[in-house]
Structures are given as C-alpha cells and as structure tokens.
C-alpha cells in the first residue's frame, strides 16, 4: 500500500468542494456555494432515503453517490451545451484515480455499474442526482431565476428518473417551497 498515494486521493476528494458546477453559465447564476462536493454530499442524503424506499442495498448505493462526480475533480463540471462539444474520458480518470487505492477493483467496479445503469442501485444513484438538481432549481426558481422555472415547467429531470419512488418525490419538489422545512418548526419563543 502507498499511503503518500492515497493521502494524494484524499486531497483530491477534496478538491471537489472548489470544483463550481457549470449550470451556474447557462442558470445565469453566481451562486457559489452549489459545487460538486455539496451536491454529492446531498445526492448521497437523497441516495440513502430512495435506497430504502426501493429496497436497494443501501451499502452500494451510497458508494456510488459518493463516487458518481469524483472524475470531475480531474475532467470539471460540464453542462448540456458544453456535453455536446466534449469528450471526457471517464473511464482512464477513474482507472488513474484508483490506480493506488487497496482493493481498486471494488472502487471501479461500483463506478462501471453506476455507469451502465443497469442494476437497481445504479437506477437509484442516478435517480438522487437527479433529484438533487431538480431541488436546486426549484430553490433558484423560488428566488426568481427565470431560467430555472423554464426548466422545471419542461420537467426535463423529472422524465428522465426511472424509480417510483423518485418519480413520486419530484412531483411533490415541484409544490413544496424550500423553506417549508424551517417554517413549520420556528417559533419565537424560547423554551
């Protein structure tokens, strides 16, 4: 084992929370805070709750949300018009990434099934990160991004999830503000 590789993993790991998702060009927004690693830490939130509601094996799935960005620590975020125009060469990444970790094949096989999107896990996995993106623009919309509300009225996200149960929880991410959360448990009074 090389331990000075796998700390350089660590750190590129790392690397993701200043890795900026590229819809922020074609959302006409600035918001900083949304990178690959705060999206990844909610898909893997959401990845986690649609595994029990599918009865998927919830070990595989959270390592597969926690593992479906992290080539774009070395490739970047692209959005659909950038997609068009690029090549990424996802599987050499992954290979050099975990080219130093102990049991590597375990770490490539989760992201080749995430890839092909064949098993349960793996429709789950993709379904979370959908989900999570349909969230965000519900949130910009409910802070007046146009380009976001003309996204969610074409429901392009929601036709691609696969679950029914993530099928279920879009049509409720569509209605609900996200505030709701907060402003069913606030109160000014102290106890």
């Not at 349960?120 to 999570?132: G, M, N, Y």
């Not at 996204?151 to 392009?156: A, N, Q, S, V």
């Amino acid at each position: 084992m090389q331990a000075d590789k796998i700390i350089d993993f660590f750190f590129e790991v790392g690397s993701l929370r200043k890795v900026i998702r590229s819809h922020r060009q074609t959302f006409l927004t600035d918001d900083l805070t949304d990178n690959i690693s705060s999206h990844s830490y909610r898909v893997t939130i959401i990845g986690w709750i649609l595994a029990k509601m599918e009865k998927a094996d919830l070990s595989k799935v959270l390592q597969m949300c926690l593992l479906h960005d992290l080539p774009e620590a070395r490739s970047g975020d692209q959005n659909w018009v950038n997609k068009k125009y690029l090549k990424v060469y996802e599987e050499e990444i992954i290979k050099d990434q975990f080219n130093f970790l102990p049991d590597k094949k375990d770490f490539e096989e989760i992201a080749k099934e995430y890839a092909e999107r064949k098993s349960l896990e793996a429709r789950v996995t993709k379904d979370a990160d959908l989900l999570d993106q349909i969230m965000l623009l519900r949130e910009y919309e409910w802070l007046g991004n146009q380009e976001a509300a003309i996204w969610l009225k074409g429901r392009e996200q929601e036709k691609r999830l696969s679950t029914k149960s993530a099928k279920k929880l879009a049509k409720i991410i569509y209605t609900q503000k996200p505030s709701s959360w907060w402003n069913k448990i606030w109160t000014a009074e102290r106890r």
